[in-house]
């Protein structure tokens, strides 16, 4: 029984002892959109994640509340640039997470976009071409 709760005790002190940990995305983000993670929170609904527009955290800009006890926050909507986030809980701050939003060139997006709209037409005409093939032959068989 000593021994069970001696395990018990250690396992205890090292998850209370265990460190704010917070994650993101490492390489650039092109698409605007990505998801934060955090681990070692005593309570995941006390956890609330700021985000700075300088590393120093002098000038916070947002604050997110993950949805009960969820450990992941999706964010979206952020334009090009470099963004800064931490997570606190009840005193704790966790690590700087650096965030780099990257977007592809407008001459890229407009390039791609004319490809499937050229792709989209030939298509259309393609069907287009075969139904009314389709519809003559049958329309001729029956004449002849």
Not at 4 to 20: G, N
Not at 49 to 61: G, K, L, M, P, Y
Request: charged share 10%; net charge negative.
């Amino acid at each position: 029984m000593l021994l069970v709760c001696s395990i018990f005790f250690l396992t205890s002190t090292s998850a209370a002892s265990e460190e704010l940990l917070l994650e993101g995305p490492v390489e650039p983000v092109t698409e605007g959109f990505f998801q934060l993670t955090f681990t070692g929170a005593q309570n995941a609904s006390n956890v609330v994640i700021e985000r700075a527009s300088t590393a120093d955290f002098n000038d916070i800009v947002s604050q997110y509340a993950p949805m009960g006890s969820f450990n992941q926050l999706a964010l979206s909507g952020f334009s090009s640039g470099e963004y800064y986030f931490r997570a606190q809980e009840n005193g704790r701050t966790s690590n700087l997470v650096m965030v780099t939003v990257q977007h592809h060139s407008l001459t890229q997006a407009f390039t791609l976009f004319l490809i499937g709209a050229v792709m989209f037409i030939l298509l259309v005409v393609t069907i287009l071409r075969y139904q009314f093939g389709e519809h003559n032959s049958k329309v001729g068989g029956r004449h002849a």
